[in-house]
């Protein structure tokens, strides 16, 4: 028989266990900031756009997202692939996403570098051997862009636990055009990509939690 000493430290250990069960399960809390990939404008700079052909449900189908698009931008001597996605299952979006956006391509080379002309946001790069082709894509948390997000999601996940969820964006790019060669910081590909963030963080931010 448990004495009943333990009774009261053991009720408040089984609420507290409750609480994350409750907020996730039961209510379903998560964080709106009233940002969406979907207003990422159609023209950035001399880059113009076109639609990708998927299927409406792909993007919850793979990423678990509902604020997604695809789309090809060209200008005169490029075209780059542009996908952008927001989701709250954080691991669906970082967990190798080239897999999915970039599959059977073999992008053996991979580096972390900087954003031309912002120091503050990391990029993860991927290249094929040959540099025929280049990837490049940003992970963006809470006003945070994020360098390593294995420890990013360990360093929050006490957090976590106790509070509603927020979504992360993911921006990823891919070029496949001799050009793909171009050293990053002066790349076709890094110039798209700080404009596509530019577009999405200049809108206004409206922050609700929605259960």
Do not use: C
């Not at 900087?114 to 992970?139: C, N, Q, W």
């Not at 957090?159 to 076709?188: C, G, V």
């Amino acid at each position: 028989m448990l004495s009943t000493r333990y009774a009261i430290p053991i009720i408040i250990l089984l609420a507290l266990a409750l609480i994350p069960t409750t907020i996730h399960s039961y209510i379903g809390a998560i964080v709106n900031d009233g940002k969406s990939a979907q207003t990422i404008a159609l023209t950035l700079g001399k880059f113009t756009s076109t639609p990708a052909k998927r299927n409406s449900q792909w993007g919850m189908d793979i990423f678990g997202s509902t604020d997604w698009f695809e789309r090809d931008y060209q200008d005169n001597q490029h075209e780059i692939r542009l996908f952008v996605a927001r989701a709250y299952d954080h691991k669906r979006l970082y967990h190798h996403p080239e897999l999915a956006l970039s599959y059977a391509q073999n992008l053996g080379k991979k580096e972390i570098l900087t954003l031309p002309g912002h120091p503050e946001i990391p990029v993860h790069v991927l290249s094929k051997e040959d540099h025929s082709m280049r990837v490049a894509y940003v992970l963006l948390y809470d006003g945070q862009f994020i360098k390593n997000p294995i420890s990013h999601q360990l360093g929050e996940s006490f957090r976590l636990l106790f509070s509603a969820r927020k979504p992360m964006t993911i921006f990823y790019t891919s070029q496949s055009d001799p050009s793909a060669n171009t050293e990053f910081d002066q790349s076709a590909i890094a110039d798209l990509l700080s404009q596509a963030i530019n577009s999405f963080q200049a809108q206004t931010k409206t922050i609700s939690e929605v259960n």
